[in-house]
């Protein structure tokens, strides 16, 4: 199975201030057309998690650009440009290469 | 609108077992490979099932081989999970998931399982 490693697991962010999660794969997430099959998803309190970001780098619609996904193989990040109250809640990075599809611990961001 | 519906938790004792339904509507699920995704209390996610569009190809997590099984019926729209032999650390948020370019792009609002005597 590929154990997907998050960290920071908690993150007071200060509003306005950028903020940075990583997400390490145990195995390369690239697929055989060059693809990262690697999404970051958000669970805002008391909701059902909600896409953010799929294929590494690529942003779901309606997600706000203060948002971006970057990396490849087995090491990615999920920045925040700028914090907004709004995005309080637990980020998981999640691959979806094989079976089974595994997620990170979660990353909790609250605001200071 | 595209949206996923969950029905079907409970409270059941151990040993037992349970069937959830997921209603999709604003889309035909017959074009989407689609999962089970769980979320004991406190906890993060966890994958549990998936298949593909036809039904022809189905993956479990090593926990729930066995005991669990996903259908689907694409003239109904719905997704299914039956679970037999229930335990206690079954219990869990089950939240039915759109799979999309190796992502999750749709989620459920979930159906609380609780197992317990």
């Known amino acids: 199975d590929i154990v997907m490693t998050q960290s920071p697991l908690s993150l007071p962010v200060t509003p306005g201030e950028p903020a940075s999660i990583s997400c390490r794969s145990s195995q390369s997430l690239l697929d055989s057309n060059g693809y990262n099959c690697l999404s970051w998803h958000l669970q805002k309190p008391g909701q059902s998690p909600q896409l953010l970001i799929y294929?590494?780098?690529n942003r779901a619609s309606g997600v706000p650009d203060r948002f971006s996904g970057s990396g490849s193989g087995t090491d990615f990040t999920l920045k925040i440009s700028r914090v907004e109250a709004e995005d309080v809640g637990v980020y998981y990075c999640?691959?979806?290469?094989?079976?089974?599809?595994?997620f990170g611990q979660g990353t909790r961001l609250e605001i200071k | 609108e595209v949206q996923l519906v969950e029905s079907g938790g409970d409270l059941v004792q151990p040993g037992g077992s349970l069937r959830l339904s997921c209603a999709a509507s604003?889309?035909?699920?017959?074009?989407?490979?689609m999962n089970w995704v769980r979320q004991a209390p406190g906890k993060g996610l966890e994958w549990v099932a998936g298949l593909n569009q036809d039904g022809s190809e189905k993956y479990y997590v090593d926990s729930v081989k066995g005991r669990f099984t996903i259908s689907r019926d694409n003239t109904k729209n719905s997704l299914y999970l039956q679970m037999n032999s229930l335990r206690v650390e079954d219990t869990a948020v089950y939240y039915c998931?759109?799979?999309?370019?190796?992502?999750?792009?749709?989620w459920g609002q979930g159906t609380m399982v609780t197992v317990s005597s």
């Open positions: 294929l590494g780098s």
């Open positions: 604003g889309f035909s699920s017959s074009t989407h490979w």
């Open positions: 998931a759109r799979a999309y370019l190796g992502a999750v792009d749709v």
């Open positions: 999640m691959q979806g290469l094989q079976t089974p599809v595994t």
